[in-house]
T-cell receptor, first 117, second 111 residues
Framework: GAVVSQHPSWVICKSGTSVKIECRSLDFQATTMFWYRQFPKQSLMLMATSNEGSKATYEQGVEKDKFLINHASLTLSTLTVTSAHPEDSSFYIC?????????????FGPGTRLTVL | DAKTTQPTSMDCAEGRAANLPCNHSTISGNEYVYWYRQIHSQGPQYIIHGLKNNETNEMASLIITEDRKSSTLILPHATLRDTAVYYCIVSPKAAGNKLTFGGGTRVLVKP
């Protein structure tokens, strides 16, 4: 099946710093990528939809100036958590839509665990 | 998007078939049924999806009732590695595959 990678797999940072997370589709081109957040013992919550070459669409309640998304190529989307605070500590997961495959479905990365001290 | 209802948890015996139910009584005509699973501390893994016909792949079978108000995911021979949270999601395929995750079913496969 299609492979999506994320980097880094985990990161620890100090409060007030910014953290960038990369999401790559390794064997297909993804015009659409998604960013999710998952807190402990909770389900995934969609944060934003990222379309290549255009501005991301954010879900209600997600601050676009805090969570900067860039989708500059068909295989790479980045999420930057700006001025991170302890409440931003979470498991961030990206996914990519493989619209070229017969199944036209969404494949997920392995996730990035962010801990803000 | 239509909501889904799944059991909170269920246990399965290793080597036996695991049948995971999902209710989606408000599903509309253009919505597909997707199944994903998430093993602890990993990203969700795509399993299968369908519209109205039953589907089968190397991982599982998806049985959708004729009225499409419910479905069952079947893992034919559960192994310990199938222990995970299983999510049933309905979504219009044309909507960029935007997926809304509910609580899912926590499946524990026991030896």
């Amino acid at each position: 099946g299609a492979v999506v990678s994320q980097h880094p797999s985990w990161v620890i940072c100090k409060s007030g710093t910014s953290v960038k997370i990369e999401c790559r589709s390794l064997d297909f081109q993804a015009t659409t990528m998604f960013w999710y957040r998952q807190f402990p013992k909770q389900s995934l919550m969609l944060m934003a939809t990222s379309n290549e070459g255009s501005k991301a669409t954010y879900e209600q309640g997600v601050e676009k100036d805090k969570f900067l998304i860039n989708h500059a190529s068909l295989t790479l989307s980045t999420l930057t958590v700006t001025s991170a605070h302890p409440e931003d500590s979470s498991f961030y997961i990206c996914s990519a839509r493989d619209s070229g495959a017969p199944q036209d479905t969404q494949y997920f990365g392995p996730g990035t665990r962010l801990t803000v001290l | 998007d239509a909501k889904t209802t799944q059991p909170t948890s269920m246990d399965c015996a290793e080597g036996r078939a695991a049948n995971l139910p999902c209710n989606h009584s408000t599903i509309s005509g253009n919505e597909y049924v997707y199944w994903y699973r998430q093993i602890h501390s990993q990203g969700p893994q795509y399993i299968i999806h369908g519209l109205k016909n039953n589907e089968t792949n190397e991982m599982a079978s998806l049985i959708i009732t004729e009225d499409r108000k419910s479905s069952t995911l079947i893992l034919p021979h559960a192994t310990l590695r199938d222990t995970a949270v299983y999510y049933c999601i309905v979504s219009p395929k044309a909507a960029g595959n935007k997926l809304t995750f509910g609580g899912g079913t926590r499946v524990l496969v026991k030896p």
